[in-house]
């Protein structure tokens, strides 16, 4: 079962208040001496009871004494360095808790703007909402947009990579291969000799004594007629 959270204020009841300085002096004195043990350092305790007539000490007063004159011999500013009294560890508190509620406020306000824009993506107008909200919205899509091109400047970076690599791993794999001989390169891939087909049809058309051609005898179909673009 999980321990109640204690309320840190002035605890009226005597009996009580009491009970609770007993229990936290015994507390923080192992604490200290836990602190001490693990890490080697020196470290004294001084309480100050409000109905003890002595202060307590922790290990002892002449370890106390020692830590102190210790402390006494640093200059003033490394004295107070890391000291603090009531008033500033209330203000440092203070100044936690502004932070925080700062922090929510901001989340809060982009989880409205969010829900504004997914109700905007449905349908619904602008006319009735304030000008901060739409400057809030305004501001929430800019920077969404501003994501979305680096993501998309991120993707086609990784594919120009991924084509150069490709590239550069094709040309050292045709790099490697053997040549392959005219003629067997010749059987692969045939080659049409369009220009001397161009001229047997031209000096076929000049010889006709009729300068007719005989629609039989040429092939409509054959890509190489065009004597100016073989390849249409």
């Not at 200290?32 to 007063?61: F, N, Q, R």
């Not at 107008?125 to 000008?131: A, K, M, Q, W, Y």
């Amino acid at each position: 079962m999980a321990r109640k959270k204690v309320k840190l204020e002035w605890i009226v009841n005597d009996s009580a208040r009491k009970a609770t300085f007993k229990k936290r002096k015994k507390g923080l004195m192992k604490k200290v001496s836990e602190l001490s043990t693990l890490c080697d350092v020196k470290a004294c305790l001084i309480i100050y009871g409000p109905s003890e007539p002595h202060a307590d000490v922790w290990p002892s007063m002449p370890d106390a004494m020692r830590v102190l004159a210790r402390l006494k011999r640093l200059p003033e500013m490394e004295q107070s360095k890391k000291m603090m009294n009531q008033e500033a560890l209330m203000r440092q508190r203070i100044r936690k808790l502004q932070e925080q509620l700062q922090k929510q406020d901001k989340e809060n306000r982009e989880l409205e703007t969010t829900l504004l824009m997914r109700q905007c993506l449905e349908g619904r107008s602008l006319h009735d909402v304030p000008i901060e909200e739409v400057t809030a919205l305004a501001w929430m899509t800019e920077i969404t947009m501003n994501k979305v091109r680096e993501r998309m400047g991120d993707a086609a970076f990784r594919a120009a990579n991924s084509a150069k690599e490709g590239s550069s791993s094709a040309a050292e794999k045709e790099k490697g291969k053997t040549p392959v001989p005219a003629a067997t390169a010749e059987e692969e891939i045939p080659r049409h000799d369009w220009f001397a087909e161009a001229m047997e049809l031209s000096e076929l058309m000049i010889g006709s004594r009729n300068e007719e051609v005989v629609q039989g005898n040429v092939d409509c179909k054959n890509p190489w007629l065009n004597v100016f673009y073989p390849l249409n």
